[in-house]
């Protein structure tokens, strides 16, 4: 679900001057935006009962590599996911992935998997199998990649094993292997390992590094501090709808350079 949205008491606050170069990921040559897992993003916005939640003016993600998006609740991570992937549509701005237009065509290349898994009530094996037939494979196809990714998350010796009857590590272990199943150009996980326990989100975390270093572009929305220092290539840092910085990792959790981000790593409420 969205992420719970506060009213806000004061106009915000402007952020700090922004990073000098150095600081920030590079722009993306022409060549870098055409590839089908870099994202651009140009005057988005999003509004909704005379408040504006998303306002973003300018974002370019790198086609590769994990990228960690970072905030406080409510900052509007989940809106921007749900844009990015056009589940909704922006009051206005641009949106674009590989320099196609974020629509159906881009939707299709990409995998979008929740905090909370939802899985049909049948087999652990039927639950990816049902994704593959959706996409037009064979009988013979589905049963090898089935296996295959299964056998990927840890699951094969529950293939048959009613998918609802698993524990939450393993659902969401099922969910990510549904949504690898399709090969997905970009994947996109919306606190994926919220609440799960410690070897849960160990197991997750592997899998979600060998399909980076696959090639699939990754999204990746957390609260984990400690997470997005293990996993994130580079780090956007949401406050208030807008990006208050986009910088490499190591740059970022050096010396964040927004006051926004730096109250966030400190454990400090920046209202």
């Not at 606050?13 to 651009?40: I, K, T, V, Y």
């Not at 509004?47 to 370019?60: C, E």
């Not at 609260?223 to 208050?244: C, E, K, M, N, P």
Request: positive net charge; hydrophobic residues 45%.
């Amino acid at each position: 679900m969205p992420e719970s949205l506060r009213p806000r008491s004061a106009p915000p606050a402007a952020e700090p001057s922004a990073a000098p170069p150095a600081a920030r990921l590079p722009e993306p040559s022409p060549r870098d935006r055409a590839r089908p897992g870099a994202l651009r993003v140009e005057g988005l916005a999003l509004d909704a009962q005379g408040r504006r939640l998303v306002d973003i003016d300018h974002l370019a993600l790198p086609a590769g590599g994990v990228t960690m998006v970072m905030g406080q609740n409510g900052a509007g991570k989940s809106l921007f996911l749900r844009l990015i992937h056009g589940l909704i549509a922006p009051s206005h701005g641009w949106i674009s992935w590989g320099e196609v237009p974020c629509g159906p065509a881009t939707r299709a290349t990409q995998a979008l998997v929740f905090q909370k898994p939802v899985l049909l009530r049948r087999s652990v094996a039927a639950n990816v199998d049902f994704v593959l037939k959706a996409r037009g494979l064979s009988r013979a196809a589905r049963r090898e990649r089935c296996a295959e990714m299964l056998a990927r998350v840890g699951l094969e010796a529950h293939a048959r094993q009613p998918a609802r009857l698993l524990s939450g590590g393993e659902q969401q272990r099922l969910a990510l292997a549904r949504a690898l199943a399709i090969r997905p150009q970009v994947l996109l996980l919306d606190e994926a390992t919220a609440s799960l326990d410690p070897a849960s989100v160990l197991a997750i975390e592997r899998i979600v590094t060998e399909a980076a270093e696959a090639g699939t572009k990754v999204i990746f929305i957390t609260h984990d501090i400690g997470q997005a220092r293990r996993l994130a290539d580079d780090v956007a840092f949401l406050h208030r709808g807008r990006i208050a910085e986009h910088r490499p990792a190591a740059q970022f959790f050096l010396g964040p350079q927004s006051e926004s981000a730096l109250a966030y790593l400190e454990g400090r409420i920046l209202l």
